[in-house]
């Protein structure tokens, strides 16, 4: 599928693919304008109901949440549900399609590995059980839910907290590969909506 797609991304012309990307990044960036203009007129309405009954911030973030999960201002929203979509994608996005997967991935199960024939090269078995990954990905959805709850609730000193714990670990880390993920979400983009230039870039 990798090569499928790098042959797809190779046969499009750099002139279209800068074109549609710079469409396509107009198009977020109204998007992202018109949430912050409805988020003014609650925010403006609400302080004129009852400044102190409300919590804006609260229900500020609550909306940007759901925005980011379903790129739609809502009028009604389960904040439980988005909080759990969201936390679903994230972790997806960053650790279960990932590295994470080729180490779980293999013609041979961890599980099973008394059954797994010798000489068998190492790449063909999995490094990690299903047992294993379940508690991988309940270990980061727990997390990465509850950082979403805190940013929800608008308890940003408690955020700050918990991340505060951890400002000396990592502090050798090589620093995040921008570039990197911004070309391949430039990529994706360019896969999902390359159709368009069949339409004369018309959003």
């Not at 469409?23 to 992202?32: A, I, P, R, Y």
Request: glycine residues 4%; charged residues 35%.
């Amino acid at each position: 599928m990798s090569s499928e797609k790098d042959e797809f991304l190779d046969s499009i012309d750099p002139l279209e693919r800068s074109k549609l990307l710079k469409v396509m990044n107009g198009t977020f960036e109204n998007l992202d304008r018109e949430l912050v203009d409805e988020l003014v007129e609650i925010e403006g309405f609400f302080y004129e109901e009852d400044e102190e009954a409300i919590n804006f911030e609260s229900h500020k973030n609550s909306m940007i949440l759901e925005y980011i999960n379903k790129c739609e201002v809502p009028e009604e929203f389960d904040l439980e549900e988005s909080v759990f979509d969201l936390s679903r994608k994230i972790v997806h996005f960053i650790f279960r399609n990932g590295i994470i997967e080729d180490m779980h991935a293999g013609k041979f199960g961890y599980d099973e590995f008394l059954k797994i024939p010798e000489n068998t090269p190492p790449e063909a078995i999995s490094q990690l059980s299903n047992i294993d990954m379940m508690a991988l990905n309940k270990y980061m959805m727990d997390r990465v839910g509850y950082i979403l709850h805190l940013i929800q609730n608008a308890e940003y000193t408690k955020l700050h907290y918990i991340l505060d714990q951890e400002k000396y670990n990592g502090d050798d880390w090589d620093r995040p590969d921008i570039e990197k993920i911004e070309k391949d979400t430039e990529d994706l983009i360019v896969i999902e909506f390359s159709d368009l230039k069949d339409n004369d870039y018309n959003i």
